[in-house]
């Protein structure tokens, strides 16, 4: 059955892993490029005070790098995708299709091994390969250092499903789905067609969710440690939801509003300096850069717990209503 599984499949899993090791070859190589433009820093954990032009322009020009590399990172995304829809989408449509299922189970294949074999195969493999998507862009990303200052994960839609051990679920996710709508309509392309639909639906669904796996924490800041506005939506403190001020009365101010009371014209948007003359407050809800592991945990476990609901009814539908 391995080997069936593996003829009947092989020209998908190869063209997947071809871009795998396409993409993650990128991503490797972009973060060795940024490293090695960052030399011209005496440190690449922090901006000197009072950096060197050769510095200057290498933080310029590793900026640009990463920003193209987002242009990429999207592409990542649809990794997932691909596997759902060419890989879990086929899988049991194009048996009941042709009608080739019924030729292992005169084999004495139990329908339950039959299942096993091949969805056990390819779930192996798409976790697999999205381990390697995930342990490649958190050593790529590396490399992005606190230097780069909007550059982290938490936060990032693109890069978050990405990093770590998300893409292990994500992955997982997007076979059985495409599995299930197969064999639910029992014909390839309409299974392909509904997958394509389905997945981009469930993720969008999943990064409204992701910010309420904790609550946020709101903290007070003053002119010492405030965080540039306008605010970024991640930082080194975690992932920014937002970002308002406080006055001497304890009203509280939108940016634009407290930027008025600065008065500045070379600003629009409140500064240190703005903030130590007029002892205004920043205030900022946010997720701690510690919880990180903890989304990343959460969001992998609703995938794989998804997954398995998924394939036990899978099995459980073949079983009673597959003649």
Known sequence: MFWLTWRQH??????????????CGYLLYTGFVVEQTLDACPSRDTV????????INAINSASETV???????????????????????????????????RLAFTQSVSRRRWLAVKLGTLTAAAAILGLITGVVMTRAHSDFTPMLYATET???VGRFSQSGIVPTGTWTFALLLGASLGLLVRRSMVAVALTLVALPLVFVGLTMLRPHYLPPVERTLGSTDMIPDPSPVTSPLGWLYQMSYLDTAGNELDSQAAGEICADPANTYPTVECLRRTDLRQVIIYQPADRYVWFQLAETGLLLSASAALAVLTGRRISRHLN
């Open 154 to 156: 938490f936060g990032d």
């Open 48 to 55: 000197p005070r009072n950096p060197t032009t050769s510095c």
């Open 10 to 23: 092989r020209w998908q899993l190869i063209a997947v892993a071809a871009l795998v090791a396409v993409y």
């Open 67 to 101: 920003n193209s590399a987002r242009e990429v990172v999207i592409f990542g995304n649809l990794l997932p995708l691909a596997v759902g829809m060419f890989w879990g989408a086929p899988l049991i449509a194009r048996e009941l299709e042709q009608g080739t299922y």
